[in-house]
């Protein structure tokens, strides 16, 4: 088998997964392997590494390799969704750990932390994470084990200083997780930046079509808290399922295009809204007047993301009506996908959200930019009725 150069680039590496071929068959797409169980050797050992379909399958390792190639981890680990890939993190840490984790983040873990982490008898502390001098202060040095970032961050899309924050996590003692779904790995690389754990909702952008549930673990070194991490994911029977493996690695091959194209949209989108008279206020990295501007400006390369949102003047009410109104947009929840999201974020965030409710937020797929600016202009103008 060619195994891949470390000279190729991600995009090569992503285009022919890892460029695995079938040995038995010669095949350029690798087989979907569906056993859950392994023959042993004669003498009784399991040569392969393959015992039983809750800790080992071969496509979800397929799946794996291409993730860690494409953060330039040293191990990772898929599961079977965003959310058990994040809560997995801290369900290895041990009861009475503190954490800090940011106040604007993805709203289900955030209501995780909040309601139900402490039954496990973990300490969460919320603090802005974009203000590093709030970090440093939210750290106790000896008791803080983890210290948890997204960036960008749901929904208003905050930027933290990934190598500040890994800087002041490590002076106390603490691991920093960086939850990248939104920046992608093609745009930041976390663990290059100093991060100990990089987490990926799969179901967005890594597999990129709306059509599987998945998350993602990558780490630079896997430790004794990862392989805790590891054999959770066997114990709770986390792993992901095999066609869902596959369908993940398919959607991969096409993720640096796709995200390309998505960031050029934004781009535009985010510009054209920015002066729009139905439109109060966009929030985009990509816009110089976005506080997270500079550091996004270091910290992501090729682009500021597929996300942005919108805050629509007329209040939540305009804001209702206006996505109630789009046509080409689809009005649903997620992102990352080829298709265009829209979604009035407070209506599913509830109580102890920092959204506000006149924001609107959008996920750009890979559409021409110019259909989605007229569709959304014209909802935000009570046309398209
Ligand atoms: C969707 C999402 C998650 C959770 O992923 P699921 O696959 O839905 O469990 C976590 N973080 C971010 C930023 C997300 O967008």
């Known amino acids: 088998m060619t195994e891949p150069s470390p000279a190729w680039s991600p995009r090569t590496l992503a285009a022919q997964a890892l460029g695995h071929i079938d040995e038995p068959s ?3 797409v690798p087989p979907i392997h569906i056993a859950t169980t392994f023959l042993r050797d004669p003498d009784n050992q399991y040569r392969s590494g393959n015992v ?13 390799s291409i993730i860690a190639a494409l953060e330039g981890a040293d191990a990772a680990m898929v599961l079977g969704s965003g959310m058990s890939a994040a809560t997995a993190v801290f369900l290895a840490l041990a009861p009475g750990d ?6 604007v983040m993805y709203w289900a873990l955030r209501g995780w932390l ?17 203000d590093l001098d709030a970090l440093r202060q939210a750290m106790r040095p000896g008791e803080t084990k983890l210290v948890w970032l ?30 990248s779904t939104c ?43 990862w392989e805790r991490i590891r054999r959770n994911r066997s114990m709770f029977g986390q792993i992901l399922g095999p066609l869902e493996a596959y369908l993940l690695i398919r959607g991969m091959r096409t993720l640096p295009l796709r995200v390309a194209a998505a960031c050029t949209s934004a781009m535009d989108l985010a510009t054209r809204f920015a002066g729009h008279d139905h439109v109060a206020q966009v929030l985009y990295p990509g816009l110089p007047g976005h506080p997270g501007h500079d550091i996004a400006c270091r910290q992501m390369q090729g682009g500021f993301g597929g996300m942005l949102s919108i805050r629509v003047r007329g209040g939540e009410r305009a804001a209702i009506d206006a996505a109630a109104r789009v046509r080409l947009w689809k009005r649903a929840t997620s992102l990352g996908g080829v298709e265009s999201l829209i979604e009035h974020r407070a209506s599913i965030e509830g109580t102890g959200s920092p959204c ?12 021409d930019p110019a259909d989605l600016f007229a569709d959304l202009d014209a909802a935000l103008r009570g046309a398209n009725a």
């Not at 503190?98 to 106040?103: A, D, E, N, R």
């Not at 409710?357 to 559409?367: H, M």
């Open 26 to 28: 010669r095949a350029v």
């Open 52 to 64: 039983y379909g809750r800790a080992d399958n071969v496509t979800v390792r397929e799946a794996e």
């Open 98 to 103: 503190h954490v800090v984790v940011p106040k």
């Open 114 to 130: 909040q309601n139900d982490a402490t039954h496990w008898g973990l300490r969460v502390e919320g603090v802005d994470t974009t």
């Open 150 to 179: 997204e960036s960008p961050a749901n929904p208003l899309w905050g930027v933290t200083d990934i190598a500040a924050a890994a800087d002041i996590a490590h002076a106390a003692g603490a691991k920093l997780a960086v939850d």
């Open 183 to 225: 920046a992608t790995p093609v745009l930041t690389r976390p663990l290059a930046l100093g991060a100990d754990i990089v987490m990926h909702a799969a179901t967005k952008y890594l597999n990129g079509h709306s059509d599987v549930i998945a998350g993602a673990l990558a780490t630079l070194r896997p430790d004794a808290f």
């Open 356 to 367: 506000p409710p006149d924001l609107l937020r959008l996920s750009v797929g890979i559409e």
